[in-house]
């Protein structure tokens, strides 16, 4: 019953949603109010229906209905009911679903949240003001859930299990063990949750390219907020998951699904920078809208790298289906699939389509803007450093940059693994030269304009002198003196923040068309919560800042040492001393408690083995932080000896890990401080 009343959801909204894009196509031609408001209803309508697909699949997932084949490859009888349920997304055609549920979701609530922000208006006999408004948008987002819903029915989830599956998995395959944590439970769906509130972005981006809306960025700014706030977390829990997880002491490996997950979060960073400059000042009509255009090409090959499987040697369960030399072979990856082969299709076409809006709008519009003018002495350039236009251009361009050599990399090494290294020495230039231009921004607001380039060349000094008179990698010796010189200038503009006073405007009072009098007339105080979302921003920097010194710190500065001999008397190894203080060991079991000492000092006690789980070996790792760096010990083996116990340990020390979960804490919190308390914003 369910898979039939799945089905059946999903063909029904199909049908729905397209009957609410063609009435809303025929209320935009022939400017007809009653067509939109039934437009709006079916749109409404389609998302209750796939809402109530999407309960049904949970419904499966809970009640262990293995007539299912989603739910016997992904759940089993005796999983906990919280990892059933997160089974939801835990495979392709599952979380595809949610996907397509949180697209037609956005749909639903952003004309909600325009409504409420803006009123319902008045009712006229023609569409015209901001209902026409709205009606644009929301069929840009229908064309968009009626493409998902189209993929969806190549990618169902409502599948029935064969005779032979349900022989082989009587009570389940089950869930793979590695991902029964709730910080996998988290980080998918955060992922999904933002490229589906992208969907609004990407929505009033084309209106404005498509009809000269230039209300856009007002209206597209929350929702891309709220997009760069659900990415974020989902790469940050990803990391965390990694880290403690499979016991290699890392939480970036430079791996296709991760590097491509990046993409979209620095498109949607470009993308906050253009629409604030556009509702501040309307800069930049184009580079903004077009960066929202192109995102949902962004995040549709985030998604073909995830799910084609072959084309790069990943560790990542969905890019498994096929293998081989990927390159030579990579029509056949796209054709192995109806969903691949629709999904790159797909990619294709809304590029295509958005090459042709962005150079519509581009011949029809002319430049509003006033042209950048920088003069070329030292005041000029000093000017250019201080003027907000130039910052953001300068920042989004750098951002581009690094994206689009990105992408070259994983071209060029299609049917190959990425190496990190070619990451590390291809990005860190456009890293760099971002965290010198905020930096240079953020001083030269000060009195004295000179003091942003003294701190730079300072920064940029001590890192030369770090490359010659340490041992340390030399991308990392220079990297983390300039760095530091780069958050000492977002904390100094994070202090201006909290700091600034209002200025003062002059009140003229005019008697028979002349000046009577100018009096200085003070600006109300500043409030706090203005003070606070000031801050949001130098706090976002600082961040990131924060994270880019943990990367090198803890890649280029960590130490590691293989089969370390723990005893009960200790053994010292990369400066510290353990000690086997209990040993457990079972047949698929192996726990040991440590004491971990410093110069005879005791720094605390750790705990870490393995154990299996459904055939797969699940690693406890011991992590302990002690003066700004991480004891990372993962145990091979333990032996209960007539003389004591001995474990068999790899240990490595990795510095600066406090400060990169610091940095991504403060992205996050400065995302918050961004955000409008209120409807209507600040």
Request: net charge positive.
């Amino acid at each position: 019953m369910v898979l039939a009343l799945g089905v059946a959801l999903v063909h029904i909204a199909l049908l729905t949603a397209t009957g609410a894009l063609i009435l809303g196509l025929m209320a935009l031609r022939e400017r007809d109010p009653r067509n939109a408001r039934y437009s709006s209803m079916l749109s409404h309508l389609a998302t209750l229906w796939i809402t109530f697909a999407m309960l049904a699949l949970l419904w499966a997932l809970l009640s262990s209905d293995l007539s299912v084949r989603y739910v016997l490859m992904f759940t089993s009888k005796g999983l906990p009911s919280g990892y059933k349920a997160s089974a939801l997304w835990a495979g392709q055609e599952g979380s595809f679903l949610l996907w397509t549920w949180m697209v037609l979701l956005s749909t639903s609530l952003a004309p909600t949240y325009f409504l409420w922000t803006h009123g319902p208006g008045k009712k006229t006999k023609d569409l015209k003001g901001d209902a026409l408004r709205l009606l644009r948008m929301r069929i840009v987002c229908l064309t968009i859930a009626v493409l998902f819903l189209c993929l969806l029915e190549l990618k169902s989830p409502f599948e029935t299990s064969t005779i032979a599956e349900q022989a082989t998995y009587p009570d389940g395959r089950g869930l793979n063990p590695l991902l029964r944590t709730p910080l996998m439970v988290l980080h998918p769906l955060m992922t999904l949750v933002g490229y589906g509130l992208a969907t609004v972005s990407v929505a009033w981006s084309a209106t404005y390219l498509l009809s000269g809306d230039r209300r856009w960025a007002c209206e597209a700014l929350p929702w891309t907020r709220l997009t760069f706030m659900f990415l974020t977390l989902g790469i940050a829990l990803g990391s965390v998951w990694s880290y403690v997880t499979f016991g290699w002491g890392g939480y970036w490996a430079w791996d296709p699904v991760e590097v491509a997950s990046l993409l979209p979060w620095l498109a949607t960073a470009a993308m906050l920078h253009m629409q604030v400059s556009w509702v501040k000042r309307r800069d930049f009509q184009f580079l903004g809208p077009g960066l929202g255009m192109f995102l949902l090409t962004i995040i549709l090959f985030a998604t073909f790298v995830t799910r084609a499987g072959g084309a790069w040697e990943s560790i990542h369960a969905y890019a498994s289906n096929v293998s081989g030399d990927a390159k030579d072979q990579f029509w056949r990856i796209i054709n192995s699939d109806q969903f691949l082969t629709g999904l790159f299709y797909s990619m294709v076409a809304s590029l295509t389509v958005g090459i042709l809006v962005f150079l519509r709008a581009f011949m029809r519009v002319e430049e509003e803007s006033p042209p950048l003018k920088v003069r070329a002495t030292a005041k000029g350039l000093l000017n250019a450093v201080r003027n907000m236009r130039v910052n953001i251009l300068v920042g989004t361009v750098l951002i581009i940059m690094g994206m689009l050599v990105t992408l070259f990399i994983m071209v060029s090494n299609v049917g190959k693994a990425l190496v990190a290294e070619e990451f590390e020495v291809k990005l860190a230039p456009f890293a760099l030269a971002a965290v010198a231009f905020v930096t240079l921004h953020n001083l030269s607001m000060a009195r004295d304009r000179r003091l942003g380039i003294v701190v730079v060349i300072v920064g940029a000094i001590s890192g030369i002198i770090a490359v010659f008179a340490t041992s340390v990698p030399p991308l990392a010796a220079f990297s983390i003196p300039f760095l530091v010189a780069g958050a000492v200038g977002s904390v100094f503009e994070l202090v201006r923040a909290f700091t600034a006073r209002p200025g003062q405007k002059v009140d003229v009072d005019i008697v028979a068309g002349k000046k009577k009098q100018a009096k200085p007339v003070p600006k109300p105080p500043i409030g706090l919560k203005h003070k606070v979302k000031a801050a949001g921003a130098p706090v976002i920097h600082l961040g990131i800042i924060f994270l880019l010194l943990g990367y090198v710190g803890s890649t280029w500065l960590s130490m590691g040492e293989e089969n370390v001999v723990a005893t009960k008397e200790g053994n010292e190894a990369l400066g510290y001393m353990f000690k086997v203080k209990d040993l457990d060991r079972t047949a698929d079991s192996e726990s040991v408690t440590l004491e971990v000492l410093k110069d005879g000092r005791h720094l605390g006690t750790m705990r870490t083995g393995w154990h299996i789980v459904d055939g797969v070996k699940k690693f406890d790792i011991g992590i302990l932080t002690v003066q700004g760096e991480d004891i990372y010990v993962t145990l091979k083996a333990g032996l209960d000896l007539e003389n004591g116990p001995r474990a068999v340990l790899d240990v490595k020390v990795i510095p600066m890990m406090p400060v990169l979960w610091s940095g991504a804490a403060l992205v996050a919190i400065g995302i918050v401080m961004r955000m409008p308390p209120t409807a209507k914003g600040w």
